[in-house]
């Protein structure tokens, strides 16, 4: 890679623990240069760096930096100025950059990258179209925001030919990248405490359009309203593919669906192509996932068969319904839905599955999203059999702006209860669950930690 630092450049990632953060820590480190950083609390992410002998410092203070003694400093955009980290660079002239820029200087080093960008499913789809390119293609490169299983990591590292990488809209990141191909998922209102306007958010992914390279291509969900609104602000000059369930370039006919695992044909309508598809990961939402995946592979230039072996060779991202163990013959699994949307999608495929009740261990992520969200959410977790909540997952916020609190999604719904902490949450779940239930942990926090507490506390049968 072509940065424009030296190999002897030492790099401190300020959240490495992050899963995003830790892909390109591992990358830079792979790539001979001296890599260091700090995250609150330690993860899988954390014991795996340091297993590779990256030093990671378990919580967030000035000595690290003089310990460290980095050139630069890569921070996530959950870091604030006010981090005794950050305040340590400045006062030692060291320049800090947010991840996004480093991820970008990654990409310039490649021919042809194809951007995925979205509210929802922009993990799972990039990680579709990883796992194509791996069947089409030599050594492709890849950088996701989750661990795909079939790589079992966030990254993949090839040759400088393709990279396929996941593009986020928080702060506005995307708009350090250029890719080829851009995809956009769908457009939802989400990270509204930032964009703070519809019309502000569309403009937002329109100026990620904008930042295709000329000649390359979009692709786009042509049934989302927010994304035809968001195309609809001014012409775009370049070439535009669709995709949907129905409608677009790209769309599925003759879906059939066995214990939630879906089938079905994806139409190419301008080449007159029908290409049989069999998916090895449940829920419907999957299967526009991987409609948007195709249209991207076809547009780089990827045979339909080869697409279609990709495709069934996809077995999951890491937090996406993934199955923990089993509690009195119960399910217990965990969700990154973080969104109403996304817990109804979540809430489908676990029907699709014929559970007899889904309850959900529900953690507030964010006190913003929380406020502005609210009505939503209790529309949603309403349609649960039950609901435990924890609280709220603060993540980069603090409280005073919104004065909102677990107790008041509780006090709105009749079928939740409170939970202060992960041991209560086990040990609601040993008294409550019987045969055919699915218990499953939701939130983009650390709730998964509960899943694992369950596990280890009650687990009768894990799968893992």
């Not at 789809?125 to 790589?151: H, W």
Request: charged letters at 25%; hydrophobic letters at 35%.
């Amino acid at each position: 890679m072509n940065l424009d630092i030296s190999k002897e450049k030492r790099i401190y990632f300020i959240g490495i623990g992050g899963s995003s953060m830790s892909s390109l820590a591992e990358i830079m480190f792979r790539r001979g240069y001296s890599v260091s950083g700090s995250d609150m609390q330690e993860s899988h992410y954390t014991e795996h760096l340091s297993s590779l002998g990256i030093p990671c410092y378990i919580g967030q203070k000035k000595e690290n930096i003089v310990n460290a003694a980095p050139d630069i400093i890569i921070k996530t955009d959950a870091i604030s100025d006010t981090n005794p980290e950050i305040k340590a660079a400045e006062e030692n002239n060291i320049p800090v950059f947010r991840r996004a820029w480093l991820l970008g200087k990654i990409l310039d080093g490649y021919k042809k990258t194809i951007g995925i960008a979205g509210t929802h499913g922009k993990t799972t789809t990039s990680s579709m179209i990883t796992s194509i390119l791996m069947e089409g293609v030599k050594r492709p490169s890849a950088i996701i925001g989750g661990q795909m299983k079939r790589i079992n990591s966030g990254f993949l590292l090839g040759d400088d030919d393709v990279c396929a990488f996941e593009s986020c809209e928080y702060k506005e990141s995307y708009l350090n990248f250029h890719p080829d191909i851009s995809v956009i998922t769908n457009i939802a209102e989400d990270h509204m405490e930032y964009f703070k306007t519809l019309d502000n958010l569309l403009e937002s992914f329109r100026k990620y359009l904008d930042n295709t390279k000329s000649g390359g291509t979009v692709v786009v969900n042509a049934e989302n309203e927010n994304t035809r609104k968001m195309l609809s602000l001014r012409p775009y000059k370049g070439q535009i593919v669709t995709f949907g369930f129905d409608h677009g370039d790209f769309h599925a006919e003759n879906l059939s669906c066995d214990c939630g695992l879906y089938d079905f044909d994806v139409i190419d309508e301008n080449r007159k192509e029908r290409t049989h598809i069999k998916l090895s990961v449940p829920g419907k939402h999957n299967v526009i996932n991987a409609v948007a995946a195709f249209a991207a592979a076809r547009v780089y230039g990827i045979s339909p068969d080869k697409i279609a072996a990709g495709l069934e060779k996809f077995n999951g991202v890491g937090r996406r319904f993934e199955y923990y163990c089993k509690v009195n013959g119960a399910v217990i699994a965990d969700d990154y839905a973080h969104h109403p949307d996304a817990y109804k999608v979540t809430l489908d495929t676990a029907r699709s599955l014929g559970f007899k009740r889904v309850i959900a261990i529900h953690q507030p992520h964010t006190f913003s999203r929380t406020k502005m969200l609210m009505n939503e959410f209790v529309e949603v977790l309403s349609q649960f059999d039950h609901v435990i909540v924890t609280p709220i997952y603060a993540a980069r916020e603090t409280n005073d702006a919104y004065g909102v609190y677990a107790e008041d999604v509780v006090a709105r719904l009749d079928n939740a209860e409170y939970c202060p902490d992960y041991d209560t949450v086990a040990h609601r779940v040993k008294q409550m669950a019987r045969p055919g239930d699915l218990f499953i942990t939701l939130s983009c926090g650390d709730i998964y930690r509960c899943a694992e507490r369950i596990t280890e506390l009650y687990g009768e049968e894990k799968f893992f």
